[in-house]
Structures are given as structure tokens and as C-alpha cells.
């Protein structure tokens, strides 16, 4: 559609005036496309036939102009000027924005400051806000060398203007800071603020020592002991430490069991299959490996082990041992069950061939 702008009347028409129309003839497919074409007054006068007489309405206040070829009327519209109120904006004086409408009507909205803010005009419609004279605030801050505490873990000085932040580091007591500089993978932060390495120890336990040892026990043929303690400590034990008087190259296994002997019931918790003693008298250190799974024996659990030895036949083999026990729950002896010579069952209750009232308790030392 075509747009109508609005312009001054005229009063007196001309044979070149022109009229700008919408084109409604159909074209040969009978398509009207309306396009925008324009009509000077002297053609239409030609259109209509020289004893026409065209007739000139002005109905309306808007939309476009129409005309009825039936009554030879053409109609356009009186179109009214826009009456909305616009508005400029200006800044009169200090504090003070306007608005005045083309209706000559004035709005003033007052700007004040407070808090150190200040609102001055600088010149005609140019407001100053300023902001200098805000107390209490922060202007810059600065981080300070750390330094070791004395209570509070950051020290912030002063509070306003120009601030200073300083972390503390800890210097021991009960002041709060940060860590400090110096410390290792192997090293922990003491109480007084010092770094210092971290002490070890392997805790180990022997209810029969080695020196509490009163006899050799021969180990010359097929033997197996079964011994139960309560530990007193917790412990990772994967080490063993064992007393031959004589050593005469003869073939040990050792199994350690969470377990009890009365009942027989207890999984194992590490073992050592076919270990050489060799010809060497004396203390022998024996490494056992942890079962899968297992985790620390804690205070108070019952630990049972299982010595199997396959002595070397040649004689004069003797392990250090005591005797007295009174009870087959804390140690018993068998010379017919089988020997271990390739892994130790998963629950101590396999052993059961031939074990008696003989009650032998090895020396030892567990860790």
C-alpha cells in the first residue's frame, strides 16, 4: 500500500497537478498487484470525457485517497496534524534537570548529593557530580610482606584510605595464620611453628621372645605348630624373626592367620611358602606376603600362625621354643600333617590331621 504524507491544501488546481494512486487493473493473468502510480488532473479530466464532471470529497481524517469511477468521486482525506507532546532536556542550574514540552509545559527533577557527593553546574546543561569528598572508603590497597602471626591470621591497616593487607604465618601457640615456607613430603608443622621430620617406627610384637627361649625342639622331620595370641598392639606385621640353634638346610612355611584356634576358624592374613633355612645358626629374619585384601590387625585381635617345616632328614636341626603351655586353644603340635609346600589355605581350619594334647609354642618376634 502506498504511504500518504500529509502537505498544505491547495486551493486551486492545476492541469499538471499530479495524483499518486494505487494501480487495481488486473494484468493478463488477472492479477491486481497495486502498484503506486501517479495521475496528473489533466489526464483524468481525459479519462472521464470532456463533458464529465469530477467530484472532489474530502471525507475522513486518514487513510488513502479513493476514487469511485461509478459517481466519478475522488476522495482525500483531510489528514490532521500530529498533536503528541515532545519533550528537550536541559539543565537550567546546578541540581536541576528540565523537561519542557513543545506544549510549553516545564517538569524540573532535583538532584542532590550527601555523604561527601556534591552536584554543581559547570556550564549551561553540563551537571557535575563529585565524588571527592566521600570519607571512609577505600583508595588503594596494598599486600605487605607476610610476617609471623600474633593472633589474627591477616592484618588489615588502616581500615580506610590507603589499606595495607598482610598475611601472618603460624609461629606456634595458639595464634591462627598461614602455613609456612620450608616444609617437605617428609617433614609435618610442629606446635611451635618449626617443621620437623616424621619419626617411624614399625611396631612389633613378640609374646614368646626370643630370649625367653629354654629349649631346641628337633626339626629334623615333618612338623607343623599351631600357636594363637591376642595383640597388643596395631601392627602390619610382613616380617618375622625366628631362633635356630642349628641349621641344617631344611624348608619352612609360615602362614598368619586372623584366627582362632578354639574355634579353628580365621582367615589368613599373610604367609611365606618353602623358605630355606640354610646352615646358618642363629636368629633368621623371614619376609612373609600380605594376602590380598587384608588390613591392620588392631588391638585386642586374635592372631594365629602356622609354622610348617619339612625338616632336612640329616638331623640336628633345633628351633628355640617354650613349653608349659596348658591349653590346645593357645598352641598345639603335629607330626603327620601335611606340609605346605605350595600356598596356605585361605581359612585356618584346614589343618586338622593329627594335632594333639603336645602343646610347643615357637620363640618369635613379629613385625
Given at each position: 500500500?502506498?504511504?500518504?504524507?500529509?502537505?498544505?491544501?491547495?486551493?486551486?488546481?492545476?492541469?499538471?497537478?499530479?495524483?499518486?494512486?494505487?494501480?487495481?487493473?488486473?494484468?493478463?493473468?488477472?492479477?491486481?498487484?497495486?502498484?503506486?502510480?501517479?495521475?496528473?488532473?489533466?489526464?483524468?479530466?481525459?479519462?472521464?470525457?470532456?463533458?464529465?464532471?469530477?467530484?472532489?470529497?474530502t471525507q475522513?481524517?486518514?487513510?488513502?485517497?479513493?476514487?469511485?469511477?461509478?459517481?466519478?468521486?475522488?476522495?482525500?482525506?483531510?489528514?490532521?496534524?500530529?498533536?503528541?507532546?515532545?519533550?528537550?532536556?536541559?539543565?537550567?542550574?546546578?541540581?536541576?534537570?528540565?523537561?519542557?514540552?513543545?506544549?510549553?509545559?516545564?517538569?524540573?527533577?532535583?538532584?542532590?548529593?550527601?555523604?561527601?557527593?556534591?552536584?554543581?553546574?559547570?556550564?549551561?546543561?553540563?551537571?557535575?557530580?563529585?565524588?571527592?569528598?566521600?570519607?571512609?572508603?577505600?583508595?588503594?590497597?596494598?599486600?605487605?610482606?607476610?610476617?609471623?602471626?600474633?593472633?589474627?591470621?591477616?592484618?588489615?591497616?588502616?581500615?580506610?584510605?590507603?589499606?595495607?593487607?598482610?598475611?601472618?604465618?603460624?609461629?606456634?601457640?595458639?595464634?591462627?595464620?598461614?602455613?609456612?615456607?620450608?616444609?617437605?613430603?617428609?617433614?609435618?608443622?610442629?606446635?611451635?611453628?618449626?617443621?620437623?621430620?616424621?619419626?617411624?617406627?614399625?611396631?612389633?610384637?613378640?609374646?614368646?621372645?626370643?630370649?625367653?627361649?629354654?629349649?631346641?625342639?628337633?626339626?629334623?622331620?615333618?612338623?607343623?605348630?599351631l600357636a594363637?595370641?591376642?595383640?597388643?598392639?596395631?601392627?602390619?606385621?610382613?616380617?618375622?624373626?625366628?631362633?635356630?640353634?642349628?641349621?641344617?638346610?631344611?624348608?619352612?612355611?609360615?602362614?598368619?592367620?586372623?584366627?582362632?584356634?578354639?574355634?579353628?576358624?580365621?582367615?589368613?592374613?599373610?604367609?611365606?611358602?618353602?623358605?630355606?633355612?640354610?646352615?646358618?645358626?642363629?636368629?633368621?629374619?623371614?619376609?612373609?606376603?600380605?594376602?590380598?585384601?587384608?588390613?591392620?590387625i588392631e588391638?585386642?585381635?586374635?592372631?594365629?600362625?602356622?609354622?610348617?617345616?619339612?625338616?632336612?632328614?640329616?638331623?640336628?636341626?633345633?628351633?628355640?621354643?617354650?613349653?608349659?603351655?596348658?591349653?590346645?586353644?593357645?598352641?598345639?603340635?603335629?607330626?603327620?600333617?601335611?606340609?605346605?609346600?605350595?600356598?596356605?589355605?585361605?581359612?585356618?581350619?584346614?589343618?586338622?590331621?593329627?594335632?594333639?594334647?603336645?602343646?610347643?609354642?615357637?620363640?618369635?618376634?613379629?613385625?
Open positions: 500500500m502506498a504511504i500518504i504524507k500529509t502537505y498544505p491544501l491547495k486551493n486551486n488546481y492545476y492541469g499538471s497537478d499530479r495524483l499518486v494512486l494505487s494501480d487495481m487493473e488486473p494484468d493478463a493473468q488477472g492479477v491486481v498487484h497495486g502498484t503506486t502510480k501517479s495521475l496528473t488532473l489533466s489526464s483524468l479530466k481525459s479519462f472521464l470525457g470532456a463533458n464529465a464532471v469530477l467530484n472532489l470529497t475522513n481524517t486518514s487513510g488513502a485517497a479513493t476514487y469511485d469511477a461509478n459517481t466519478n468521486t475522488l476522495n482525500i482525506p483531510v489528514y490532521t496534524a500530529d498533536t503528541n507532546t515532545t519533550y528537550d532536556l536541559t539543565a537550567p542550574s546546578a541540581g536541576i534537570i528540565r523537561l519542557t514540552g513543545s506544549d510549553s509545559t516545564t517538569d524540573d527533577v532535583s538532584v542532590s548529593g550527601s555523604g561527601g557527593i556534591t552536584v554543581t553546574q559547570l556550564a549551561n546543561n553540563n551537571v557535575n557530580i563529585d565524588g571527592s569528598g566521600i570519607s571512609g572508603g577505600v583508595a588503594q590497597v596494598t599486600a605487605a610482606a607476610p610476617a609471623d602471626s600474633t593472633g589474627a591470621p591477616l592484618l588489615v591497616n588502616p581500615t580506610t584510605g590507603n589499606v595495607t593487607v598482610q598475611s601472618r604465618a603460624y609461629a606456634g601457640g595458639s595464634a591462627v595464620g598461614h602455613v609456612p615456607s620450608g616444609g617437605t613430603a617428609t617433614t609435618f608443622l610442629r606446635g611451635d611453628g618449626n617443621f620437623a621430620t616424621v619419626v617411624t617406627s614399625t611396631p612389633a610384637f613378640s609374646p614368646v621372645p626370643i630370649y625367653a627361649g629354654a629349649i631346641d625342639t628337633s626339626i629334623s622331620t615333618l612338623q607343623t605348630y594363637q595370641w591376642y595383640s597388643t598392639i596395631k601392627m602390619s606385621p610382613t616380617r618375622i624373626r625366628l631362633f635356630f640353634s642349628n641349621a641344617n638346610g631344611g624348608d619352612i612355611s609360615i602362614g598368619l592367620y586372623k584366627a582362632t584356634l578354639n574355634p579353628l576358624d580365621g582367615n589368613l592374613y599373610a604367609s611365606v611358602v618353602n623358605h630355606n633355612i640354610g646352615s646358618t645358626n642363629g636368629s633368621q629374619l623371614i619376609t612373609l606376603t600380605q594376602a590380598s585384601g587384608q588390613t591392620d588391638v585386642g585381635d586374635a592372631i594365629s600362625m602356622v609354622i610348617s617345616i619339612k625338616g632336612s632328614g640329616g638331623g640336628g636341626e633345633t628351633l628355640l621354643t617354650v613349653s608349659g603351655v596348658l591349653n590346645t586353644a593357645l598352641a598345639q603340635f603335629s607330626s603327620s600333617e601335611s606340609y605346605i609346600s605350595s600356598s596356605f589355605p585361605s581359612n585356618i581350619n584346614s589343618f586338622t590331621t593329627g594335632f594333639g594334647t603336645t602343646k610347643v609354642r615357637p620363640a618369635f618376634v613379629l613385625y
